[in-house]
């Protein structure tokens, strides 16, 4: 019975990334208006031509940016080019119409699973530099990460945007979240869960960080702990859900690699396939995907 149960929910998991897609969602619901400066490494990432889809990201350096792997990805597993992305920093309200900044490369961890989530992390390098300024109007400044083990029932913070293309867009988010048990979270996700990642529950059950805009961060103690990557529901579940977010801590020495890479990966194949960043292509590799496992789970 457990077995059934376990496979189900690879299935639904799956039908829930398909139908994510269908219609935008945003990634807070019932957080609170963040104060400008609160999150000053937090940035908004545009992605495709035109810009209709969105990531959150981090700023590293004055010259790197990280966020989600599957955030680079397009709907057919395909690493898009550098030119397919643009970021905003310093901001509290996105602006589609606003000047923004382009990135130079991309690259994401060789590999990034999309059956497991594993590896779910990529470091986008800007085009000139960030500029830090020391008077913080607004307050721009990179992100001190986790290097400590957070305990489980930590009070941590999630922040994004609720962006939509072409709608008035709220301010910056910020929703309290728990350190949600390990043991828990991983019955939840029947045993998906690694040590390079790690769970979060809201507070409160109506309260949620969705699906569609990966790659934000979570804070715990001011410093950047994880980078949000896969869950279930999207506060409007009755049932347990959680968000998992890939663990930086993890990743530091993968980080500070890229920082010193030379070569420029190129738009097309990635040494593992992934899921898309967001983009409605996304139901065609997602529902291949569900097919395939469905066929998997039957032929066993």
């Not at 397919?84 to 606003?98: K, P, T």
């Not at 728990?178 to 309260?207: D, E, K, Y």
């Amino acid at each position: 019975m457990a077995d059934t149960r376990g496979r189900w929910l690879i299935a639904v998991l799956l039908l829930q990334v398909v139908a994510a897609q269908t219609e935008p969602s945003p990634l807070i619901i019932g957080g609170s208006p963040a104060a400008l400066g609160a999150f000053p490494a937090h940035v908004g990432i545009h992605i495709g031509q035109p810009q209709t889809l969105f990531c959150g990201g981090t700023i590293l350096n004055t010259n790197h940016i990280l966020t989600a792997g599957s955030c680079v990805l397009d709907g057919q597993n395909m690493l898009r080019g550098a030119a397919q992305f643009a970021f905003r920093s310093g901001v509290v309200i996105i602006d589609a119409n606003a000047p923004s900044v382009g990135i130079d490369r991309v690259f994401v961890h060789p590999l990034y699973n999309p059956f497991t989530f594993e590896n779910d992390i990529a470091v986008l390098r800007v085009f000139g530099t960030i500029n830090f300024p020391q008077v913080a109007t607004p307050n721009v400044a990179p992100a001190e990460l986790q290097d400590r083990i957070v305990p489980e029932n930590s009070a941590c913070q999630v922040v994004g945007w609720n962006w939509q293309p072409n709608v008035a867009n709220q301010a910056l988010q910020q929703l309290g979240v728990l350190v949600h048990p390990r043991v828990a979270c991983n019955n939840l996700f029947n045993g998906m869960i690694q040590n390079s990642m790690l769970c979060v529950q809201p507070t409160v059950q109506t309260q949620a960080l969705c699906l569609p805009n990966r790659g934000g961060g979570l804070y715990c103690n001011g410093r950047l702990t994880g980078i949000v990557s896969f869950g279930l529901g999207c506060g409007a579940n009755t049932t347990e859900t959680a968000t998992v977010v890939t663990q930086v801590r993890y990743y530091q020495q993968w980080i500070l690699q890229q920082f010193v890479r030379n070569d420029n990966p190129q738009a097309g194949t990635t040494p593992m396939p992934g899921i898309g960043g967001g983009s409605a292509s996304l139901l065609v590799s997602a529902a291949a995907i569900l097919f395939a496992t469905i066929m998997m789970l039957v032929m066993r």
